[in-house]
């Protein structure tokens, strides 16, 4: 089958640890378009044509990859099957829109728009015309979750009745690189809770099932009022942040099952016992839980473990590396692992196994819901 020919919105001319804005198509989704057989690279889109072309240069991409500086001019490019946007979350909706208006399949990283509004928008224009759409929740992707939801799905553990997180915030940095003012702000919807917390929902939903938000409670409360920025002249600056560091969320799933998930704002790595999220999952026959360290949810790594307990055996660590996972993942960085996962998923069609506009929306609605919820006010 032909590979998807792919037009890249937001590709940076430089280098990038994965940090910062204009990073993340650098770092994660241009290592899994150049492995995949499934993708090939055919535009760049930024702000400028000149800005275009200095990032195809930079990159070494074919000299047949085009140059664009107009979403508009890139949907009308017939040799465009589907457009990924990965820019500021204020950018999403802008970005994509003219895309889904030319019958474009559609990659948006997470969150799909800075308000659930938008989110809805896309969602709606995707559906009018059953438009392939894919968002980037990329903790579906990670090896863990997949097991984790294996098991769960099997019935070992009998009917669930409740699950348990407790977690921390201690992957924000201290200091923030230049040009991420906006993770400072609700107002954005590309902040700490909007991104964080919704990727780790999303992945507790893809396991669990959803909330019934009848019963949903929720604590949001703000630790720090400011935030540390790093200048471009190598200093730091002190700006203001409405974001809240403690997010407590209570309630019970559709399924029936009790949950709770609490993030605690910690410093920067200072968990006391190095885990940044412990999840217990209960069964009538026993409980499952995942220990990842204190890193960012949705990015695979080292030190990640699965423990399952069946009913009065010793617990046990489950492997969860994917035999099966196509060959060509493993040139991908480990930071991008997860990204390549859920667009292998999309490429071989395994709707379930990633994220389209609809499930994203459904999690713009939850992060919705714990603000009203928790009456928090910025």
């Known amino acids: 089958m032909a590979p998807i020919r792919v037009g890249l919105v937001g590709l940076a001319g430089f280098k990038s640890d994965g ?71 204020t950018k999403h909706f802008m970005l994509a829109e003219p895309a889904l208006l030319k019958k474009k399949k559609v990659f948006v990283e997470w969150p799909l728009g800075a308000s659930t509004q938008e989110a809805e928008k896309l969602a709606e224009l995707a559906r009018e015309s059953d438009l392939g759409t894919i968002v980037g929740l990329q903790g579906r992707g990670g090896s863990v979750v997949k097991k984790a939801k294996e098991i769960i799905d099997s019935g070992k553990l009998g009917r669930i ?81 409405n ?38 999952i209960t069964g009538t026959e026993g409980e499952l839980e995942i220990v990842t360290p204190q890193h960012q949810w949705q990015i695979d790594g080292p030190g990640r473990k699965l423990l399952l307990k069946l009913n009065d055996k010793e617990a046990e660590e489950v492997a969860f590396s994917e035999d099966s996972a196509s060959a060509w993942r493993e040139q991908v ?8 996962a859920i667009l292998d998923s999309f490429a071989q069609g395994s709707k379930g196994e990633y994220a389209d506009f609809d499930s994203a929306v459904k999690n713009h609605k939850l992060l919705d819901l714990l603000v009203e919820k928790s009456g928090y006010k910025y």
């Open 161 to 241: 009745t409740s699950s348990s997180v407790l977690a921390s915030t201690c992957f924000v940095p201290p200091m923030f690189p230049p040009g991420t003012e906006y993770y400072m702000s609700m107002q954005t919807g590309g902040n700490a809770f909007h991104i964080g917390l919704g990727h780790f929902l999303d992945s507790f939903t893809h396991v669990l099932g959803g909330f019934d938000p009848d019963t949903v409670q929720s604590i949001l409360k703000r630790e720090q009022s400011e935030a540390l920025l790093m200048t471009a002249e190598g200093g730091t600056k002190a700006i203001p942040k």
């Open 333 to 340: 960085p480990a930071i991008g692992a997860n990204t390549a």
């Open 243 to 280: 974001v809240p560091d403690h997010w407590l969320i209570q309630g019970i799933l559709e399924s029936g099952a009790v949950a709770s998930i609490a993030f605690r704002w910690a410093k920067y790595q200072n968990a006391v016992d190095d885990v940044g999220v412990r999840w217990i």
């Open 19 to 89: 940090l910062g804005a204009h990073t993340w198509a650098v770092v994660a989704i241009l290592p899994t378009l150049f492995n995949s057989p499934d993708y090939e690279l055919v535009a760049v889109c930024n702000s400028s044509v000149e800005s275009s072309r200095r990032a195809i240069e930079f990159h070494n991409l074919p000299a047949s990859v085009k140059a664009y500086g107009n979403p508009k001019d890139l949907a009308d490019d017939p040799d465009v099957d589907m457009v990924f946007v990965s820019v500021l979350v």
